[in-house]
């Protein structure tokens, strides 16, 4: 069975090396025979405060709803998104807030503080963009944003194994950088979108 691979645009703006590097994973992926689903947070209109946190549920927006049933669906997740200030954008962590939700994502035990995982069986690629190259993150911050992605939220749930190509410093990249990051994301695309499901 084909791999299904839900990818998430998590940049607020419409336009953005996000998206290219997105299409050129969602291309090379299908063209192994991948099935895709894709949504884009700049499509997704929520409220992002998780108000009352976990006491007290608010009702899910339809985009949140459909994000959960994306997951669900799939067994290959992609996120392309920006590196700001060391994470995700507000925007993006507001979807996790709101719809990533004991019940959904894990569920924690009544005594002691484990958890069980309830999205295993699915693995997922980051598609990270940021003004400062890859190895200064690790090196001087120890990639505090990359590290909250993969393991406190993807593994977590028990999303794994997780793969992460990180790429910087875009604003001074010329043409030809940006090309091969971008060959580079279409090589992921064409790694996840080989594997066959059940065989």
């Not at 099935?35 to 992002?48: G, V, W």
């Not at 060391?86 to 939700?101: Q, T």
């Not at 279409?186 to 594997?195: D, K, L």
Request: net charge positive; hydrophobic share 40%.
């Amino acid at each position: 069975m084909s791999i299904r691979i839900f990818i998430w645009v998590g940049h607020p703006s419409a336009q953005s090396l996000s998206h290219g590097m997105a299409d050129a994973y969602q291309v090379a992926a299908e063209a192994e025979g991948a099935e895709i689903r894709r949504m884009h947070l700049n499509d997704m209109s929520f409220d992002p405060d998780l108000t009352y946190g976990f006491k007290q549920r608010k009702p899910l927006e339809p985009c949140l709803e459909t994000w959960r049933e994306n997951i669900v669906w799939s067994n290959h997740l992609c996120w392309a998104y920006p590196y700001w200030w060391g994470s995700m954008p507000a925007k993006m962590k507001g979807v996790i807030d709101r719809a990533y939700l004991p019940g959904f994502a894990m569920r924690y035990h009544e005594k002691g503080p484990w958890w069980d995982k309830l999205l295993t069986g699915r693995s997922a690629d980051m598609l990270i963009t940021a003004d400062s190259p890859a190895w200064y993150d690790r090196l001087v911050y120890g990639r505090p944003g990359r590290n909250q992605a993969e393991n406190l939220v993807l593994k977590y749930a028990g999303i794994k194994p997780v793969r992460a190509l990180h790429v910087g410093a875009v604003k001074q990249a010329r043409p030809e950088k940006i090309k091969h990051w971008l060959k580079q994301a279409g090589e992921r695309g064409r790694v996840a979108g080989r594997r066959v499901i059940g065989a």
